[in-house]
């Protein structure tokens, strides 16, 4: 039983981290249940059973990639005494972060207004 419930953990996973892939490649908008299921290497159907709506989907799929994101460290910039080096230290750092989630925020942006309410 419990190699069972294991089994379709593993499953929902791969199916939130397929949609984190393809919402941040294609975008939401254009994140079929076909593609979802290719992405993730299940069945439509599979998809569907774990999530029935969207709406639990995209939920998922955004905690996930939230949970993913490195975001910048102002601790680590406190510990440099140089004020230049502590700026460029976290600037860097700002602008990683952005270079990172740029390309998910771009495409859910985009597709807002087709996105589950």
């Not at 929902?12 to 939401?28: D, K, N, S």
């Not at 994140?31 to 774990?50: C, K, Q």
Request: charge should be positive; aromatic fraction near 6%.
């Amino acid at each position: 039983m419990r190699k069972r419930a294991d089994d379709i953990a593993k499953t929902r996973q791969r199916i939130i981290e397929a949609a984190v892939r393809l919402h941040g490649t294609i975008g939401p908008a254009a994140t079929t249940t076909s593609a979802l299921a290719e992405e993730a290497g299940v069945t439509r159907l599979t998809v569907n059973r774990h999530f029935p709506e969207g709406r639990a989907l995209f939920s998922a799929c955004s905690a996930h990639w939230a949970a993913s994101q490195v975001l910048p460290n102002p601790d680590a910039w406190k510990a440099v005494d140089d004020p230049q080096q502590r700026l460029r230290i976290g600037l860097t750092d700002i602008y990683r972060f952005y270079r990172d989630v740029e390309p998910m925020l771009t495409n859910v942006r985009r597709d807002r207004a087709a996105l589950p309410a």
